[in-house]
């Protein structure tokens, strides 16, 4: 009550430094609620394929990292800690299917360099043959490889990292050995598009390239009894998709598909072979 009452007292001499030491208050507590509202962005990296003809990779991924300019470590690198580390065949992972590899709050900040650790229990199998695969000599702690995101505001970021296996394996012509040596891009919905359809009839195994100016710059592969197709990571503009069946050399064409950044062209169900 005597508190109150010299309060009433000084309002009463000095009503502007009251005002004023309200408004403070009152800008201090909006500031101190504005910074706890602050949410960290939401990053998903995923893993896909871009086809091969082979019939299993297995790769041994060990740890996955991100180099980024929005963290307090000495060296930069954030470890994906939800990973779960193992033996993949990177060949299930095509036709819209992705290894999930984190999904988890991020800083804001840049994404410089994306590192992946691999073990030493790889196999490439074809047909009936498992062949043992030996990492190329200029790892070092990992395979890196650059790229150039920006991580900020709320929502959410996706990332997925494509793994070519038909370029990713190399035999050295002194002693047949195979080896495995990582060719990979990152694949980001923030200035790319993807195409996605489904080939009927399902029992056939079909390749669906995407050109450009007579090239291919996509590819991915339909695997019998997977009908669904999925072709991510294009820059936008006008493609032709090429079909073709393991077991009819002749291909077929869906002409002029649009891509635009950020969305999924979906192309519909497109018969490869005729059911006369």
Known sequence: ?????????????????????????????????????????????????SPADYHQLNVD???????????????????????????????????GQELPLADMEFPNGSISEIKLKLGKNNTLVIGDHTSNLLLANDFGDGYKFAVNEIISGGGTKFLRIDFDAAQSIIKLQSTGQMVLKPVLKLISESNTGSISGIIHPAQKNVFVNVIANNKIVGSSYAPENSSKFFLPGLEPGVYDLSFESSDNQNQQYIRNVSVTVGLVTDVGIYSIISED
């Open 1 to 49: 009550m005597i508190f109150m009452k010299r309060l009433s007292r000084i309002a009463q001499h000095y009503p502007f430094t009251i005002l004023l030491l309200m408004l403070f208050t009152l800008i201090q507590a909006c500031s101190d609620s504005n910074q706890e509202e602050i949410i960290q962005p939401r990053l998903i990296v995923t893993l896909v394929d």
């Open 61 to 95: 991924i060990q740890e996955i990292s991100l180099k980024t300019d929005g963290t307090n470590t000495d060296d930069g690198w954030i470890k994906l800690e939800k990973f779960n580390p193992g033996v993949y065949n990177i060949l299930e992972f095509t036709g």
